[in-house]
């Protein structure tokens, strides 16, 4: 899979905004300050720098998009326009002495274009100092300045920031967009679709994925689906030895569950849609099938309403292991019924 350029990030991302703002830019629209916020991962820097690079580019397209080619769309996106000022957290926090360069940098002219531009990210994690040492630059708009505070939590926002910044709230990703992200992200092509199933937010994925949590419980699952197939009792014990270990806490609890509705769901679609949709177990497709013809409607229906009413049993502070192996037992009598 080729490596996205960043304008082709944020148009898959985030199509409509980011050809707003280019639109802005084109009508001298732009503000001074803006607020990004959405999940990890959804196209606020891909976006803001898209239009850093507009305001720089040399030679944009016909339909008003930055180039991507020239020497300035180059320097901005390898960081060394000295007029776009990038910042991100270093660790948990934007530091005391970032805070200081990003003022030091707004009370300079533009080096060269005729506008500078402020990308800062995290900014949830500017300490109340830092962010109200930042308000006099936001509330007093300076000419040619624009500012880019990007957030995936505008909850921590001071209230003061809220108010003097435009809020640009970033949709979640298209689940099609969202594969795409997985997809650069080196996330292995197998994981993608059932990842894309259980999240939308990258920092989600990436846990989901960080000590191979996710291979593993499609692994379990996998065994648990196929043993149920053939009636086989040990699916119970499967629950104990394969999935137990997965399900150490709420979150990972969940989500197994979670992964559970879409097997099942992707079973009766297996019974239903002839063409192959794009099944979160894809290397399940085989046994989905048996499994989907071995059953009728009802019987289907029947254990998919078993398989959603787990997730009431999680809310509702039930153990999982009890969660599960009732889960199990009813959809081997479910099954049985039929045979
Ligand atoms: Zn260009």
Not at 108 to 113: D, I, Y
Not at 127 to 143: C, D, H, M, Q, R
Request: proline share 4%; glycine share 4%; with cysteine.
């Amino acid at each position: 899979m080729a490596e996205q350029t960043l304008i082709e990030q944020a148009e898959s991302k985030q199509s409509q905004l980011m050809r707003h703002f280019i639109h802005l830019v084109l009508t001298n629209r732009l503000s001074h300050a803006y607020l990004f916020s959405g999940l990890p991962g959804c196209g606020k820097r891909a976006v803001a720098q898209v239009v850093a690079m507009r305001l720089f580019c040399q030679n944009p397209n016909a339909d008003g998009m930055p180039c991507g080619q020239c020497p300035e769309c180059g320097r901005i996106l390898a960081g060394d326009n000295p007029d776009v000022v990038t910042v991100e957290p270093d660790g948990q926090r934007i530091k005391v002495d970032q805070v200081r360069y990003i003022k030091d940098e707004f009370a300079k002219s533009p080096v060269e274009g005729s506008t500078k531009v402020f990308i800062i990210e995290g900014a949830e994690t500017l300490t109340t100092n830092a962010a109200n040492g930042l308000l006099k630059f936001i509330e007093e708009p300076v000419a040619n300045r624009v500012i880019f505070l990007l957030t995936t939590n505008k909850s921590m926002m001071l209230a003061t920031i809220l108010s003097r910044t435009q809020i640009v709230e970033f949709p979640p990703l298209s689940s099609k967009a969202f594969a795409e992200s997985l997809r650069q992200h080196q996330i292995s092509e197998n994981q993608i679709p059932l990842l894309s199933g259980l999240t939308n937010s990258m920092d989600a994925a990436d846990e989901l994925v960080a000590d191979d949590w996710l291979a593993k419980c499609q692994h379990e699952l996998s065994r648990w689906f196929n043993q149920l197939v053939k009636h086989d009792d040990m699916a119970f014990v499967t629950v104990q030895t394969g999935l137990m270990p997965l399900a150490h806490d709420r979150d990972h609890q969940a989500v197994i569950l979670d992964a559970i509705v879409l097997l099942w769901q992707s079973t009766l679609q297996a019974k239903y849609l002839s063409d192959e949709t794009q099944s979160a177990f894809p290397e399940l497709q085989t046994t989905m099938l048996e499994m989907a013809q071995a059953l009728t409607r009802e019987q289907l229906l029947q254990i998919l309403t078993a398989v959603l009413d787990t997730k009431k049993a999680l809310a509702g502070n039930m153990n999982i292991q009890s969660i599960l192996e009732t889960l199990t037992l009813r959809i081997l009598a479910d099954m049985k019924q039929h045979v």
